[in-house]
């Protein structure tokens, strides 16, 4: 992997504030991702977290500063279909097959967008989900929902992946066991991944690197560099350098009002 410091970030962000009206949701925010590194940020709810990455992802404008993905403006990344998204809904269309709802950023962005993007097949196979092509959203799982939402984002190859609290609503076995194969995917793909969640035992086993947020208007508070080889795997989960970083992290949390 890329270590942050040998090549240009990935993702830049300098002094970005964003209000709603008379509402402060972050203040004056700047981190660099480095390519392929997964960067997570946690903090109490209402403190910005999914506000961030909807302003990296060119959904929404910053109030101030400048945001700079690959080189180029998130909404003009976007455009080209470099951006994956992963949210804590999976949003699938409940009338198309597992291979139709994968398929659907090539359906909606233009011909130009869709260049490089790959084939169904190997994805659905990446994913664990071959055999389940044809099937509907409703004769599937939690968790394979929840994979067919991570094929969907990555078709189109992006350049950037963006995840929104990606297991928050699963049962804690089955975020686990999800945590891992999603390692195992990125390890695949080496795509830059920046992640948002309020679980900080997702955010230690995921990242390369955690950030800490303060209660809103959200801002950095702290930096903890989790530097443990990949793959982490269960084994990492149950060993005190796990629990070190975890305990580093808690220690600086902050309790909203």
């Known amino acids: 992997m890329t270590g942050a410091g040998t090549e240009p970030p990935e993702i830049s962000i300098r002094g970005v504030s964003k209000s709603y009206g008379r509402v402060q949701a972050l203040e004056t925010v700047s981190l660099e991702v480095a390519p392929s590194t997964i960067v997570s940020v946690v903090g109490p709810s209402g403190c910005g977290k999914t506000t961030l990455l909807h302003l990296v992802a060119g959904l929404i404008d910053p109030s ?35 291979a139709e709802n994968v398929r659907l950023p090539l359906d909606l962005l233009p011909a130009r967008a869709t260049q490089g993007s790959r084939d169904i097949g190997p994805l659905l196979d990446l994913v664990g989900l071959s055999s389940f092509a044809q099937a509907l959203p409703r004769q599937l799982s939690g968790g394979m929902r929840r994979r067919v939402s991570i094929a969907r984002a990555l078709v189109t190859r992006p350049a950037i992946l963006l995840l929104d609290e ?8 089955l975020r686990q066991r999800l945590m891992m194969e999603l390692e ?55 060993s005190g350098e796990y629990h070190h970083f975890h305990d580093q992290i808690m220690e600086v949390f902050p309790i909203a009002d």
């Open 184 to 238: 195992q995917i990125w390890l695949e793909e080496a795509t830059t991944a920046l992640l948002v969640t309020h679980s900080v035992s997702e955010a230690v086993f995921l990242s390369d690197r955690v950030l800490v947020f303060s209660a809103g208007p959200g801002s950095i508070l702290a930096s903890v560099e989790i530097s443990v080889p990949r793959p982490r795997g269960d084994s990492f989960v149950k």
């Open 166 to 173: 990606p297991f928050g609503a699963l049962d804690e076995p």
């Open 64 to 98: 101030d500063g400048v945001i700079t993905v690959g080189g180029m403006s998130p909404r003009e990344l976007r455009g080209l279909g470099k951006i994956g998204l992963i949210f804590q809904d999976e949003a699938l269309l409940p009338w198309r097959s597992v």
